[in-house]
């Protein structure tokens, strides 16, 4: 079965993050799927009372995939709540989707390490000649269609949130935190669910003894929890431009239709401000000296090993931490460097015009303002916004 994306924004346009939520990959692992069908029906229903919901929406295109694996859930929601640890974790070939995606951490491991770059990691031809499931293959081909800034994954089983790099750099332990460059980025959203939810950073908040996260903020980098390899959040981060984290949102995997309403109670604040996140740091166009945009320009940021790259209307999203920093922008040999301070509030606009020019322009297409439902995580067509300079 197709997974299908649900998307929610007001008119889509060049200059608006993507941020999308992917919940139910674990097929009997079921709070996050509830929450997300519960948090679409909030946005909607709140958009002209909640002036917060109402901004959000505006201001960014939301991407909601609530059932990655619905032939797992299926399998799962037979039995019920007494589906046990695993029935239904797997789709229904019985491969785990959280260990299919491309493994690209040992490549980027390896470059990093010669002074090589650690973004845009291509997938190995390799990787298609084993098994990928159909599901894998979907969600890596939105992945790909969308330039998205900040997203997250809603797993069950624990109570935290956890952030790349999943992969241990040391291949002799399967405990040893490994951290991203962008290992500051990561910890500020990771500690922004969990402060936002409303359990999940408290100190007794504990699933049992070995598995108490509140007493370090309800944070955990994934290498430092448990080593695994093949995880979509790792994927995201070297491949795309994308920051991914892993949320752990219950003990229960599936938990009793009585226990969703606390559940919502927790979460739909921290849902709320997560998103918010995907506005923080430096965004802006990246044009050429006849105002087109430019796809395809490299956006690096001094002293941190990891660039993000244009969209195709030219503009970008960079998220970081507050602080002063270098930015350069290059394309075809061409570079243009500003320096930039960042703050906690929303982010600076940060735009470069290379000396460059384009022989084609970029299609315009524009989009009503409405709520948008789009069928399948990869459509025939992309509406995504038509081009407007600040």
Known sequence: MVPSVISISGSPSSGEPEVKYVANMHGNEVTGREM??????????????????????KSTRIHILATMNPDGYEIAARQGPDNGWRRGRENVQGIDLNRNFPALNTIAYNSEQHGGPTDHIPIPNSYWEGNVAPETEAVIKWIKQYPFVISANLHDGALLANYPYDQSKDDRSWKFYTPAPDDAVFRRIASTYANAHRTMSKPDAACDSN???????????????YSTTGGMQDFNYLHTNCFDITLELSCDKFPPAGALPTEWRNNRKALLAYIEEGHKGIKGFVLDRNLDPIEGATIHVGGINHDVTTAKDGDYWRLLVPGTYMVTASYN?????????????????????MGVLRTTRARVVSSSPTFVQQRGPVPNQNPRRSFRFP
């Open 36 to 57: 997300l069908l519960l948090f679409m029906r909030y946005l909607c229903n709140s958009f002209n009372s909640v002036w917060r919901v109402k901004r959000l929406i």
């Open 211 to 225: 598995s108490n996260f509140g007493n370090q903020g309800g944070i955990t980098n994934g290498a430092d929890w």
């Open 333 to 353: 040999g061409m570079t243009r460097t500003k320096q930039v301070t960042v703050s906690t509030k929303r982010a600076r606009t940060l735009n470069f015009i």
